[in-house]
C-alpha cells in the first residue's frame, strides 16, 4: 500500500526526517510512536504533500506520489486527520464531512456521511451546529469523519487520542478497528504507545528522525527498551 | 423630512459602492490573507474600459461586460504575476506589492485612456424620482438594486455551494483544507477574479452619478479599506454593513454639518471604533476551542 523510502525533510536547515524508511501493507493498522519532537507530525505531513521533502521516494500502491500536489494524493486514496484535530472552525458538522469529499464526482457521498454518523452518533445530533463548538472529542471524530468522506485506501491519523479522556479514547480505538473491518489501512500515530500498540498490527519507533525498531505490535510492548521509553512514565 | 430622505438616498448609493470595494477586499483577505489596495483600481477599469468601449460605438451592456471582462483579467494577472510567486512574503511586503500594482495601473490607465473625467449615460434616463419629498436620481437605485443583488449572489455562493465552502474552510484553516484535497491556487484564483469583477460592477453602476477618471480608484480604495476595517476585516456581512454606514456618515456628516469635513468625519468615526473595537463592529469573535 505505502512504501517510504529514505525520506528526508526538515524546516529550513534543521533536519528533522534524517532517512525514514517504512511499509504499511494493505489491510494492516500501522502504529507509529515516538516522543515528542521525534518527527512524527512531519512525516505524516510530508506523506499528504503539505510539508516538502528534500528527499527520498514515497510510492502509494507502487505509483510515486512525491511530486504530486496533496489534492492529487486525496485523489489517489490518501487522507488524513491531522494532529490537533484542525476542523473548519466556522463551518457546520455536515459542511465540514461535505468538504471531506471535496475531491469526489460520485453519488455515495450523502451514504457515506450517514455511514459517519452512524459510526459517530454525537456527531449526527450536532450537524447544524459550526464544527469549533464542538467538544475536543467531538471535534476529534470530526476531523477522523472527514478523512474518511475522502474515501481513503490509506488513512493516516496523527494523535487521535491526544486530549481526550480514557473513555473517549477507547471510543476512537474502537473506530480504528472498525475501520480495518472495512477494508482501510491506516497509518497511526500515537504517543499513547500502549493503546496504539494493542490495536495496531505491526509499529515503528521513531527517535529523532529516524526508525530505530520494528516489529508486530505485541513484540514492540514487550521489548524491553521500547517499555522503557515509551510504555514507563506515560 | 425631503431632506433626511435625499441624504440617505446619496448615502446609500455611496455607501453600497464602499460596499462592494470593502466586499472584494475580504473575499481576497479571506482567500489568501492578502489586503489588495489595488481594489480601487478594479472600479476605476470598471468605469473606464466601459466609458472607451461605448466611445467606440459598442452597446452599452456589451461595453459593461468587456470592463468586467478586463477587470477580471487585471485581478488574474496580479495574482499569478504579482501574488502567487512572492507566497511566504510577510503581509506588509504583499501590501506594498499590492501598493506598487495599483500605481502602476493607475499610470498605465493614464496612458491607455486620458486624464479628463469621464461620465456614462444614467442606465434609465435622468428624470428624477420623488420619494418622500426627496428627488432621487434613477441611477441611484441601479447602484443599490445592482449591490444588493451581488451581494445576495456571493451568500448564495459562499453558504449554499461546494466551492463556496471551500473559500470559506481555507479562509478558517489552509492546512486542512489542502488535507483534505483543496487546491488552495484554485481558491485565490478565484478570489482575485471574483473582486476584480465585483468592483468593475460597482464603478459601471456608479459612473453615470460620479464620473470616473484613472485616478479614483486611490480614495475608493482607502474607503473601501476603511468600510472593511469597520466591519471587521474578513467578514463579507461586515464588509457591506461597514461600507453603508460609511457612505451615510459622510451624506450625513456633509450635509447637517460641512461638506468640507466630509472625508474627515468619515475617518474620525473609523479610528475611534477600531481604537474602542479593534475587531470592527461586526468582527467575529472566535468561536475556536483549541
Ligand atoms: N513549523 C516548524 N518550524 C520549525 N521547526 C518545527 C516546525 N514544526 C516542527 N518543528 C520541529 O521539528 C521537530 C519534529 O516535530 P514534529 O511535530 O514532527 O514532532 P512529533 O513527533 O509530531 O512531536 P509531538 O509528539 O510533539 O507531536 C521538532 O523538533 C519540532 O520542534
Ligand atoms: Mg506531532
Known amino acids: 500500500m505505502l512504501e517510504v523510502v529514505d525520506l528526508r525533510s526538515g524546516y529550513g536547515r534543521i533536519e528533522v526526517l534524517r532517512g525514514v524508511s517504512l511499509e504499511v501493507r494493505a489491510g494492516e493498522v500501522v502504529a507509529l510512536i515516538g516522543s515528542n519532537g521525534a518527527g512524527k507530525t512531519t512525516l505524516l505531513r510530508a506523506l499528504s504533500g503539505v510539508q516538502p521533502i528534500t528527499g527520498g521516494e514515497i510510492r502509494l500502491l507502487g505509483a510515486r506520489i512525491d511530486a504530486l500536489a496533496p489534492h492529487r494524493r486525496v485523489e489517489r486514496g490518501l487522507t488524513q486527520s491531522p494532529e490537533g484535530r484542525q476542523v473548519f472552525g466556522p463551518l457546520s458538522v455536515e459542511d465540514n464531512l461535505r468538504l471531506g469529499a471535496y475531491m469526489r464526482?460520485?453519488?455515495?457521498?450523502?451514504?457515506?456521511?450517514?455511514?459517519?454518523?452512524?459510526?459517530?452518533?454525537?456527531?449526527?445530533?450536532?450537524?447544524?451546529?459550526?464544527?469549533?463548538?464542538?467538544?475536543?472529542?467531538?471535534?476529534?471524530?470530526?476531523?477522523?469523519?472527514?478523512?474518511?468522506?475522502?474515501?481513503?485506501?490509506?488513512?493516516?491519523?496523527?494523535?487521535?487520542s491526544l486530549g481526550l479522556s480514557p473513555l473517549l479514547v477507547d471510543q476512537i480505538l474502537a473506530a480504528i478497528v472498525a475501520l480495518r473491518g472495512r477494508g482501510i489501512t491506516v497509518l497511526l500515530v500515537e504517543q499513547?504507545?500502549?493503546?496504539?500498540?494493542?490495536?495496531?498490527?505491526?509499529?515503528?519507533?521513531?527517535?529523532t528522525g529516524r526508525i530505530i525498531s520494528t516489529g508486530p505490535g505485541a513484540a514492540l510492548l514487550s521489548d524491553p527498551a521500547v517499555k522503557a521509553a515509551y510504555l514507563g512514565a506515560d | 423630512m425631503s431632506e433626511f430622505v435625499q441624504f440617505l438616498m446619496s448615502g446609500l448609493t455611496v455607501g453600497a459602492v464602499y460596499a462592494l470595494v470593502a466586499l472584494g477586499f475580504t473575499l481576497v483577505y479571506t482567500a489568501s490573507d492578502v489586503v489588495?489596495?489595488?481594489?480601487?483600481?478594479?472600479?476605476?477599469?470598471?468605469?473606464?474600459?466601459?466609458?472607451?468601449?461605448?466611445?467606440?460605438?459598442?452597446?452599452?451592456?456589451?461595453?459593461?461586460?468587456?470592463?468586467?471582462?478586463?477587470?477580471?483579467?487585471?485581478?488574474?494577472?496580479?495574482?499569478?504575476?504579482?501574488?502567487?510567486?512572492?507566497?511566504?512574503?510577510?503581509?506588509?511586503?504583499?501590501?506594498?506589492?499590492t501598493i506598487?500594482?495599483?500605481?502602476?495601473?493607475?499610470?498605465?490607465?493614464?496612458?491607455?485612456?486620458?486624464?479628463?473625467?469621464?461620465?456614462?449615460?444614467?442606465?434609465?434616463?435622468?428624470?428624477?424620482?420623488?420619494?418622500?419629498?426627496?428627488?432621487?436620481?434613477?441611477?441611484?437605485?441601479?447602484?443599490?438594486?445592482?449591490?444588493?443583488?451581488?451581494?445576495?449572489?456571493?451568500?448564495?455562493?459562499m453558504e449554499r455551494t461546494v466551492l463556496g465552502k471551500a473559500l470559506r474552510a481555507t479562509a478558517a484553516n489552509r492546512l486542512a483544507a489542502r488535507l483534505v484535497g483543496i487546491n488552495t491556487t484554485t481558491v485565490m484564483t478565484l478570489a482575485f477574479g471574483g473582486s476584480a469583477a465585483i468592483g468593475a460592477i460597482g464603478g459601471i453602476l456608479v459612473t453615470p452619478i460620479t464620473l470616473t477618471s484613472y485616478d479614483v480608484g486611490t480614495l475608493l480604495a482607502l474607503k473601501g479599506f476603511a468600510a472593511a476595517m469597520l466591519g471587521g476585516m474578513g467578514n463579507p456581512l461586515g464588509a457591506v454593513m461597514g461600507g453603508i454606514l460609511l457612505g451615510l456618515l459622510e451624506s450625513f456628516g456633509a450635509g447637517y454639518l460641512s461638506s468640507t469635513y466630509k472625508d474627515g468625519i468619515a475617518f474620525v468615526v473609523i479610528l475611534v471604533v477600531l481604537v474602542a473595537m479593534p475587531q470592527g463592529l461586526f468582527g467575529r469573535r472566535s468561536v475556536e476551542r483549541v
Open chain 1, 105 to 160: 464526482r460520485d453519488k455515495e457521498i450523502g451514504a457515506d456521511r450517514d455511514q459517519v454518523y452512524a459510526m459517530f452518533p454525537a456527531l449526527a445530533e450536532k450537524r447544524r451546529i459550526a464544527a469549533g463548538s464542538l467538544s475536543g472529542g467531538q471535534q476529534q471524530m470530526l476531523a477522523i469523519g472527514r478523512a474518511l468522506m475522502g474515501r481513503p485506501k490509506l488513512l493516516l491519523l496523527d494523535e487521535p
Open chain 2, 36 to 97: 489588495n489596495f489595488a481594489q480601487g483600481e478594479f472600479v476605476m477599469l470598471g468605469g473606464m474600459v466601459t466609458v472607451f468601449m461605448a466611445a467606440l460605438g459598442v452597446p452599452l451592456p456589451v461595453a459593461a461586460l468587456i470592463a468586467v471582462a478586463a477587470a477580471v483579467c487585471v485581478g488574474l494577472l496580479l495574482y499569478w504575476l504579482a501574488i502567487a510567486p512572492s507566497r511566504g512574503a510577510s503581509p506588509v511586503t504583499l501590501i506594498i506589492i
Open chain 1, 192 to 207: 499513547n504507545a500502549a493503546a496504539a500498540l494493542e490495536i495496531a498490527d505491526r509499529g515503528y519507533v521513531l527517535e
Open chain 2, 100 to 157: 506598487g500594482a495599483s500605481i502602476l495601473l493607475r499610470g498605465a490607465a493614464q496612458v491607455l485612456f486620458d486624464k479628463q473625467f469621464h461620465k456614462l449615460p444614467s442606465f434609465s434616463g435622468d428624470v428624477p424620482v420623488n420619494l418622500l419629498g426627496a428627488a432621487v436620481q434613477p441611477q441611484s437605485f441601479w447602484v443599490i438594486g445592482g449591490t444588493a443583488l451581488i451581494v445576495l449572489l456571493l451568500y448564495l455562493f
